[in-house]
Structure formats: C-alpha cells, structure tokens
C-alpha cells in the first residue's frame, strides 16, 4: 500500500515538473507519452521482438557463466596453488566493468551476437566463482566429519556432501550473477550492435525520442525486478529455510 | 571388543592426556565422564578414527584403528544431519555405502525409524524437527548401519531435561535389544550412572583415568532405583576434586553439590514418567 501511494506521488510529481514545461517536451515526456510509447511498442511488437532477443543473448550467457563459474570455483578450492595464483587475478578482474571487455570482444568475435554473449559471460563469470569457491569454503566441519564417520570419502564426499552443502551460497552466487549478466548486457547492446532492448534505447537517443528511451529503461527495471524478486529471491529463501539457515 | 594401549594425546606442548589403558568387553556400555578438558571427547574421536592420538594405540577386535571405519559409528553432540535430506534420506545415508538393495535399505530404514518413533515424520526435513528428534534421527542413522561400536559424544547435552529421559529409556532399550558396544562419552553423572555397566572416570589435564566404577543394576533401569542413587553419589564422590569445576562450566541440572541432600533429587525426576 505505501509502495503503490510512492508511485502515485511520484507519477503525479513526474506529471506537475512536465506541466511545468521548463524543458521541450521531446527532452522531458510526460508519463502518458511514456505509457503510450509503451504501448505501441508491444502492440506492434518490436518490444516483444526486442525483449527476446535480449533474453535469448541474456540466456545463453548466463548458462554458461554459471556453469564454467561453478567448475572453476571448484577448481580454485581444489587446490592451493591455483587459489593464490588464479584466485588473486580473479578477485582483482571483478572490479573490472564487464563493458570494458567489449572492444576486446568486437576484436576476437567481431561485431555481433557472440562478442555481446561473452561480455555478458563475464559479466557474471567472476561473481560465480567466488560464491562457489566461498560456499565450498564454508560448509560446516561437522558434516564433512559425518560424513567420514559414515563411510564417505574422496569423490563421493564431495558430490554427496560438500557440493549439497554449499548450495545456499550457490544459489546467491546465481541470483548475484543474473544480476550482474543482465547489467553487463545492457551496456553491451547499447554499444553493440544487434535488435535487443538496449539497441532500441540508442536509436531513441539518435531519434531525441526520450519517451522511447524511457520505455525501455522502464521494462529493464521492472524485467530485473521481476525476475530478481519474484523468481530468484523466492528460490534462494527456500533453500535457505530448506538448510536451516536465516533468509539475507 | 575395544582395547586401549597407552595412548597419549598433545597439542604442541600441552598435553591432552597420556598413558590411557582401557580395555572394553564385546556388548558392554561403558561411559566416559569427566571435567572439561580432560580429554574425553578427544579420545572417543580417536576410538572412531577422526582424530589422531600421539602414541599408544587403540585395538578393535585385533585389528589397529586408522581412520573411520562402518564397524564403529559415531553419533555426534549436535545431530549433524544432512538438511537437504529428509529424514528417511538422511537414516538411509550411511547404509548406502554398505548395502546396495534399495529394497533392503527401504525395510531396514523403516523398520529403524518405526524404532525411535519417528516413522511418521520419515518426509520431514531436519529444519521441521525439535531437538530431540533430530538426536533420534541421528541415533537411528548410525544404528541402521549395524556397527559393532556405537560411540557417542555428548549426544544428550543440548536437550532438555525432559527428552533426555525419553531418550535415556529408547537408548536403553535399543541397546538391550541389539546389544552393541557402546562407548558412550558424557559430563552428566546421573545419565553415566543410569545408562552404563562401567563409569570411567577422568580427570583434568594432563588428563587421566582415575576409576572405572562397575554399576551392577540390571537393566531396564528406572532412575528413581536406590542403587542408582548410591553410585551415582559414589562417582559424585570420587570426581569430588574435578567437580566444582565442572559443575560451574558444563552441568546443566540443577545439581546440589552439598552432600548428602536428597530433597533436591525428587525435583530431579520429573519427567521420568512421562
């Protein structure tokens, strides 16, 4: 009730500043023309169009991320050596910007659908491996003793306790990630090339068409809200009740 | 059953305890009790091979202990279960790595989970179970595997007062029925006394058995029994010097430790009968 007043207040807000016409209307729509741009756009389908686009390079990212994230931070616990060579690399390549990697890519794949996939893979790429290498880390002593104790060990030990037992970080790695990958793909159509949503933002931009490009980062934001809270935040507290632990 | 030769145990220079011998007979419950520190969860750990002791060595049945091993199964203080398993999962666990029928592992986990009352709760996941249940389910995971040694550490201490006793009868009663080995490590000299054929007492570090009391009292045992409360007040007696020190660390019943008060055991016994 309170969120629903907010957004009323601040449409109407949004609604008083345009009236108020201190800027061109082309510069500052008002929320109809936004609503409006919105609505067109999915009646003829070049959102729709877009969105899926977005989606099937946000995907195919985002599996792979996930996946190779997941081998190599097992990797990184596995053994010491590659956790103080690669580990430390890793730790100071995640404050890199994944967008940086972006003109590398157009040099390697050229332009198109793959350099975008892998600015979106490291997107999330390094994010994935420290969570695993931290869940793997932290399982509880006690269960890998429990585990011994009932005849566990070497390989089987692994799948059958110490992976299980890191899920819970796991899980907030892969929300973390798709997160991240769903930033880092934004920033990469923007300057790519391609039919995704962050494309169509720029040729709102070249068009001076900025209800367009608020209809855009419009469906970013709810389209990163819906699937952070509605799907990942609800799978990650699950899991959480699930190992006993306290929702973050 | 279990021998134990000299063993000594140290951290760097601070000795744990040295020069142990204990020797246990096939099917005989024998508790540990002492004051912290005295090394007996070190050494109950040493018996089921997670850890290692520093000279000495420990015996079962003729062969030298290295590592864990399915003939002794510990049973931890806290209950240590799987939580991405339900609790026929979790019981069944263990028994996968020996036995491979899955129709044979179904029979023998219900059959175990019928035992300690949990057969109902068999689709439960360890976060929808009380403390004591989880203590149960853990019970019956190392039983089911049918170890020849059953170890436990300290697996009543984090309970209240009234599921220990529940658990103290179903204890007793599955070793009655099946007859294990049981070394069983403790800090609760009523729970060492009621339980066990043999009381080990230690003492603080370096760490030593000072006696080893016999409590012949047939079994099913109630704790309102008079014989109990004399040797229960004998170990009092002879862990007097440890005992302060223990009492304001550990005890978790409310102990009178003036002699000879007997007004504060009927309080004791509440939920015996329950």
């Not at chain 1, 100071?92 to 940086?100: I, M």
């Not at chain 2, 096939?26 to 040493?46: A, H, R, Y």
Request: net charge positive; aromatic share 10%; hydrophobic share 45%.
């Amino acid at each position: 009730m309170k969120r629903i007043l907010f957004l009323i207040g601040l449409v109407t807000l949004w609604e008083m500043v345009y009236r108020l016409g201190i800027w061109p209307p082309f510069m500052f729509p008002s929320p109809l023309d936004v609503v409006d741009t919105l609505i067109r756009g999915f009646t003829t389908g070049n959102y729709t169009i877009a969105l899926l686009y977005s989606f099937r390079r946000l995907i195919i990212g985002y599996v792979i991320a996930v996946v190779l994230g997941t081998v190599l931070g097992i990797i990184i616990v596995s053994s010491k050596t590659v956790d103080e060579t690669f580990g430390t690399l890793i730790l100071s390549l995640q404050s890199v910007p994944s967008v940086v990697w972006l003109p590398l890519a157009l040099l390697w794949f050229r332009m198109g659908e793959t350099s975008i996939i892998f600015v979106v893979v490291i997107g999330g790429l390094w994010n994935m491996i420290m969570s695993t290498a931290t869940g793997i880390r932290n399982v509880d002593p006690l269960l890998i003793r429990c585990g011994k104790n009932l005849g566990y060990k070497g390989y089987k030990m692994f799948t059958k306790i110490t992976l299980p037992a890191s899920i819970p970080h796991i899980i907030t790695g892969m929300r973390m990630a798709w997160a991240f990958c769903w930033r880092a793909l934004m920033a990469a159509e923007i300057i790519g090339t391609g039919h995704g949503l962050g494309q169509i933002l720029m040729w709102g931009r070249d068009m001076g068409n900025m209800a367009t490009v608020l209809a855009i980062m419009f469906i970013i934001a709810i389209t990163g809200f819906i699937t952070d809270n509605l799907v990942f935040k609800k799978i990650e507290n699950k899991v959480f009740e699930r190992w006993g632990l306290s929702p973050s | 059953m279990i021998e134990i030769k000299n063993l000594n145990k140290a951290y760097g220079n601070l000795e744990v305890f040295k020069a142990i011998d204990l020797s246990i007979k096939e099917g005989e419950f024998v508790s540990i009790i002492g004051p912290s520190g005295c090394g007996k969860s070190t050494l109950i750990n040493i018996v089921a091979g997670l850890d290692s002791s520093t000279g000495g060595k420990v015996m079962i049945e003729e062969n030298e202990v290295k590592g864990t091993n399915t003939d002794r199964v510990m049973v931890f203080q806290s209950a240590a279960l799987f939580p991405w398993l339900n609790v026929q999962d979790n019981v069944a666990f263990g028994l996968k790595n020996i036995c491979k029928s899955p129709q044979e592992i179904k029979e023998k986990v219900n059959d175990i989970l019928k035992k300690v009352h949990l057969y109902k709760f068999k689709d439960k996941y360890p976060h929808q179970l009380s403390g004591g249940m989880k203590q149960r389910v853990s019970i019956a995971r190392s039983i089911v595997m049918d170890p020849k040694i059953l170890l436990m550490d300290e697996p009543f201490s984090a309970l209240d007062e009234q599921t220990r006793m529940l658990l103290h009868n179903e204890l007793q009663e599955i070793w009655m029925e099946t007859k294990k080995t049981i070394l069983f490590v403790t800090h609760n000299i009523r729970e060492a006394v009621k339980l066990s054929d043999r009381v080990i007492i230690m003492g603080a570090r370096p760490g030593g058995i000072i006696d080893d009391v016999k409590i012949q009292v047939s079994h099913p045992r109630k704790s309102t029994d008079s014989n109990l409360f004399y040797k229960e007040e004998m170990v009092f007696k002879k862990l007097k010097g440890e005992i302060e020190k223990i009492a304001r660390e550990e005890l978790g019943d409310a102990y009178n430790f003036e002699e000879n008060t007997v007004s504060d055991r009927i309080g004791n016994t509440m939920g015996d009968g329950i």
